[in-house]
Antibody, heavy 119, light 110 residues
Framework: EVKLVESGGGLVQPGGSLRLSCVAS????????MNWVRQAPGRGLQWVAG???????FYADSVKGRFTISRDNSKNTVFLQLDNLRAEDTAVYYC?????????????WGQGTLVTVFS | SVLTQPPSVSGAPGQRVTISCTGN?????????IHWYQQLPGTAPKLLIF???NRPLGLPDRFSGSKSGTSASLAITGLRAEDEGDYYC???????????FGGGTKLTVL
């Protein structure tokens, strides 16, 4: 069974930092395009960041320069470093694999980890 | 959102409902694919349809997808109470160079 499990969410003040982790099982992250997607309370889904198997990284404009996606293939884990957090970053953060010939769709998804930025 | 969905749809058990998803040439164009996700209350999104009309293994054929031009739609037949939740369309927008989602549609089973 392919599975993703996130951790690392919590409460943080504006300007603070958090590091989210996503551990994969049933497949290796090394050969896959891994992503983070977030969902603010009561809102829709927003793609945040992605990392392909070749070392390239991609970011939504709203987080560029503040968030950093990375991976440790030996631990089959993907990370999202969140710096200079803002109130509008409050959301459940999901880890998801982009699948398909052109990394088109997201499957599977993790259960999510909640990040709350409060003052 | 780059992709536009109706905020809500509803139907009685056993009925058929459709959810639309409209975009532009860079998000739902000839070379773009639409994917659909189901998010039941309190759970993570789950892939429902990929590449416009394909179902993952094990998904009931009550769910179907289609695409024409810059519009796509998800159809659910034989509505059940457990189908109640939020549904999202998703694509890759070449002009934005990123993955985009519709705003989501809340399905209510009456």
């Amino acid at each position: 069974e392919v599975k993703l499990v996130e951790s690392g969410g919590g409460l943080v003040q504006p300007g603070g930092s958090l590091r989210l982790s996503c551990v994969a099982s049933g497949f290796t992250v090394g050969g896959n395009f891994m992503n983070w997607v977030r969902q603010a309370p009561g809102r829709g889904l927003q793609w945040v960041a992605g990392s392909d198997g070749g070392g390239n990284t991609f970011y939504a404009d709203s987080v560029k320069g503040r968030f950093t996606i990375s991976r440790d293939n030996s631990k089959n884990t993907v990370f999202l470093q969140l710096d200079n957090l803002r109130a509008e970053d409050t959301a459940v953060y999901y880890c998801a694999r982009a699948y398909g010939s052109s990394a088109n769709w997201f499957d599977p998804w993790g259960q999510g980890t909640l990040v709350t930025v409060f003052s | 959102s780059v992709l536009t969905q109706p905020p809500s749809v509803s139907g009685a058990p056993g009925q058929r409902v459709t959810i639309s998803c409209t975009g532009n040439s860079s998000s739902i164009g000839t070379f773009s694919f639409i994917h659909w996700y189901q998010q039941l209350p309190g759970t993570a999104p789950k892939l429902l349809i990929f590449d416009n009309h394909n179902r993952p293994l094990g998904l009931p054929d009550r769910f179907s997808g289609s695409k024409s031009g810059t519009s796509a739609s998800l159809a659910i037949t034989g509505l059940r109470a457990e189908d109640e939740g939020d549904y999202y369309c998703q694509s890759y927008d070449r002009s934005l160079t990123g993955w985009v989602f519709g705003g989501g549609t809340k399905l209510t089973v009456l």
